[in-house]
């Protein structure tokens, strides 16, 4: 980035100049680190208490492998990110989260608190580096702006899924991860010493392990040193190079876990409203739109939802004006990057940074698991925050060269600061706001099916909740008119999309808790017809079978159940019960077994081995089971 007058932007590596420029002592430093560090704990504390939300289910709470814990990290290297969940072709491989979540059930059982406070302790880790990282990149650049745009970063309130999410602690590691990496490449290129650079190299392995958008730094790393002249031009494009390897070791892995396969062909409308675009010119236009849509987000984030799915956001054309203004942007965009590029000027490496770090989200390349998620800006908001922070200081004609007299009292009090804090409170507010709908399932569907009424997923969701949270209690319907509420949710969410099978399913479940059976067993028929392989609905259906004491009936309903998912831990233990009632005791006790072996917690499959034990006249191993069961679950002692 060259330099054309005393105003311009001073932002080449320059060896040549005076440690007062760009080297600031530790002790000095430690003070912004400390502020970084609480403000992204604080503003974020108020999720410590918070439950199991959303994906969490999936990826934790009913997720077998990781609830084995530490016996499940071999599971979790060897197959796919939900393959403790549900037994389908799986487009995903991330251990690492999942090792991270697994290590916290083993020495946490179903704690949330724990995995919250994991979650956005990492964060604001993340956020520290992040301002050293700047700081070694560009080291004649005043601190305001890397202070600035970091504090930018910590508290934009786009990040509130990522970190209130505990799943989505994914999208922390395989970030933090990368910042890590190439800091170590920087202590390599200072020193030289090899460690540094199998340190920048695995720490890049476990990025990509963390998730595998990470793979858009084997581009963003070069330009970041291309830029900012930290490296020099022949030793970047050895680190490029070497960046291969990791990137070789991540692709083996996974295809070794999930095979090459992409199963494209399993995402679908309900999560991806592209794949029912009529054409691929609507696909591209709704696709750029959607893009337009993201940044738009990023500069305006309010308000914030977790489900834009099917048909929140509209399929459009060529003639749409929101697709034109998108792509006019972009391009524009794109244009200035490479205006700019040569100069190496700031602004065109963060333009850069951002359509890279967009890319593998954007669908224009290939369909990915949904058409738009506020968290998959997370690290494309870092690029924006920097921009941010440019223009602030562009605004107030605070120079951009760092301070010879350097004092940090001169950053807190200077106009840059108090500019920003005109962002920074109402991002704040907005953060710390929107963190309380993150407490349970409930409060975060009922606060944004106001803001996607139109999304099939979302009413379909709030129809779940409602029947679960509001309508039933230890598994006794309470309080029956949130049963007409649910169904109200499902029928909307089957008439946004009639091919909805999940909808069916619940609908047929919530006519089963009224009472009505005919009725349930024909919106499960429906539900079958649309998704004939679907274990849960087999199963529910059976339930109703063998209340009719039809248990021939529940029995094929069963074996249906477990042969569609043998990983199904409440399809074994249904198969059980029958088995036991039908007095073919051996291979009730087999099924029960197989329930323990997905869901080891399930004090009731113990004491249901107890019983027929007993039936079968073992009091000795039916005391040993029934002493399992009670210690898991002292309520099924009986007096």
Not at 133 to 142: D, F, G, N, V
Not at 408 to 423: C, G, N
């Amino acid at each position: 980035m060259t330099k054309k007058n005393d105003k311009q932007t001073k932002t080449r590596f320059n060896p040549n100049q005076t440690k007062a420029n760009y080297l600031i002592s530790k002790v000095s430093y430690r003070f912004y680190y400390i502020i970084i560090f609480v403000a992204a704990f604080l503003v974020y504390s108020n999720t410590l208490k918070h439950g199991y939300v959303l994906d969490d289910f999936s990826v934790i709470k009913e997720n077998y492998v990781v609830k084995q814990g530490i016996d499940g990290i071999s599971t979790i290297l060897k197959t796919g990110y939900r393959f403790g969940y549900w037994n389908s072709p799986d487009n995903l491989y991330r251990p690492l989260p999942l090792i991270m979540f697994a290590i916290e059930w083993h020495f946490f059982p179903d704690n949330p608190s724990i995995s919250h406070f994991i979650n956005v302790l990492l964060y604001a880790f993340l956020c520290v580096l992040l301002f050293k990282l700047l700081i070694c990149l560009l080291p004649s650049y005043s601190v305001h702006f890397s202070f600035i745009g970091v504090l930018l970063y910590v508290l934009h309130p786009i990040h509130t899924e990522v970190v209130a999410n505990i799943k989505s602690g994914d999208e922390i590691l395989a970030f933090l991860w990368t910042v890590i990496s190439i800091l170590f490449f920087i202590k390599h290129n200072q020193s030289l010493k090899w460690y540094w650079l199998i340190g920048a190299l695995f720490s890049f392995l476990l990025a990509m392990l963390s998730k595998e958008s990470a793979i858009t730094f084997l581009v963003i790393i070069p330009l970041t040193f291309y830029f900012t002249q930290a490296v020099p031009t022949k030793r970047s494009m050895m680190y490029t190079i070497l960046l291969i390897i990791p990137t070789l070791i991540y692709f083996a892995m996974r295809h070794r876990a999930i095979g090459h396969h992409l199963h494209l062909n399993e995402t679908s409308m309900i999560d991806n409203l592209l794949v029912a675009a009529p054409d691929l010119i609507s696909r591209y236009a709704t696709a750029i739109k959607i893009l337009g849509l993201y940044l738009w987000k990023l500069i305006v984030p309010y308000p914030l939802a977790c489900d834009y799915s099917y048909q929140q956001i509209s399929m459009v054309g060529l003639s749409n004006g929101y697709f034109w203004l998108s792509l006019v942007i972009y391009v524009a965009l794109f244009v200035l990057s490479l205006l700019w590029f040569k100069k190496r000027h700031l602004l065109s490496y963060l333009i850069l940074f951002y359509l890279l770090a967009m890319s593998v989200n954007s669908n224009l390349f290939v369909l990915i698991g949904t058409s738009f998620g506020e968290r998959l800006l997370f690290v494309a908001s870092f690029p924006f925050t920097l921009t941010v922070s440019y223009f602030i200081l562009k605004i107030t004609k605070h120079p951009f060269e760092a301070e010879n007299n350097y004092d940090w009292k001169k950053v807190v009090f200077s106009k840059p600061l108090l500019l920003s804090i005109l962002i920074l409170l109402p991002y704040a507010c907005i953060t710390v706001q929107r963190n309380k709908d993150w407490k349970t399932s409930l409060s975060l569907y009922e606060a944004d099916i106001r803001k996607s009424p139109n999304s099939a997923h979302m009413n379909y969701y709030y129809g779940l909740e409602v029947m679960k949270e509001k309508a039933m209690k230890d598994g006794q319907v309470v309080k029956p008119e949130y049963l007409d509420t649910a169904i109200y949710y499902f029928t909307k969410a089957r008439q946004i999309i009639p091919t909805y099978a999940d909808a069916y399913d619940q609908l047929g479940l919530a006519y089963f808790r009224k009472n009505d059976w005919d009725k349930a067993l024909a919106y499960y028929d429906t539900c079958l017809t649309l998704a004939p392989g679907k274990p849960i609905t087999y199963s529910n259906m059976g339930v109703i079978y063998f209340q009719r004491q039809q248990y021939e009936k529940a029995l094929e309903l069963y074996e249906k159940t477990v042969r569609y998912d043998p990983r199904f831990a409440d399809g074994w233990f249904n198969l059980g019960s029958t088995y036991g009632t039908l007095g073919r005791f051996q291979e009730a006790i087999q099924a029960f077994k197989k329930c323990l072996e997905f869901n080891p917690q399930k004090a009731e499959a113990y004491y249901f081995i107890g019983i027929t034990y007993q039936n079968m006249n073992d009091k000795e191993q039916a005391q040993y089971y029934f002493d399992k069961a009670y210690q898991l679950n002292p309520n099924l002692k009986k007096p």
